[in-house]
């Protein structure tokens, strides 16, 4: 799978931005899909994941309530929609996509279980 992430760009606070993930690979519609950030001069931390079908999403308290993690298989994409953006969130977004079978939603929180990686979107929210 390979996986390529657009849309960041420069937003004020409390604005919205809408992140796509493209992918290429028959795996896709059935990989478990993440997004992860990484702000300047800390780690890489955990967004959002979302089932193969769509069903089951999980999200990183700070971002609950304000991201929605969602997926089109039949255009092998899966997008992020960021709205009331905060200066917090300003960080390079990655998409990410597994092949394991986690037993729970937890799993997919972790970095390590993702295979495959694209490139990220730089976003920057201005206060």
């Known amino acids: 799978v390979q996986l390529q992430a657009s849309g960041g760009g420069l937003v004020q606070a409390g604005g919205s931005l809408r992140l796509s993930c493209a992918a290429s690979?028959?795996?896709?519609?059935?990989?478990?899909m993440g997004w992860f950030r990484q702000a300047p001069g800390k780690e890489r931390e955990f967004v959002a994941t979302i089932n193969w079908g769509g069903s089951s999403t999980f999200y990183a308290d700070s971002v609950k309530g304000r991201f929605t993690i969602s997926r089109d298989n039949a255009k092998n994409t899966v997008y992020l929609q960021m709205n009331s953006l905060k200066p917090e969130d300003t960080a390079v977004y990655s998409c990410a996509a597994s092949t394991r079978a986690g037993t729970t939603d937890y799993y997919y929180i972790m970095a390590r279980a993702y295979d495959y990686w694209g490139q990220g979107t730089l976003v920057t929210v201005s206060s």
């Open positions: 690979g028959r795996t896709f519609s059935s990989s478990r």
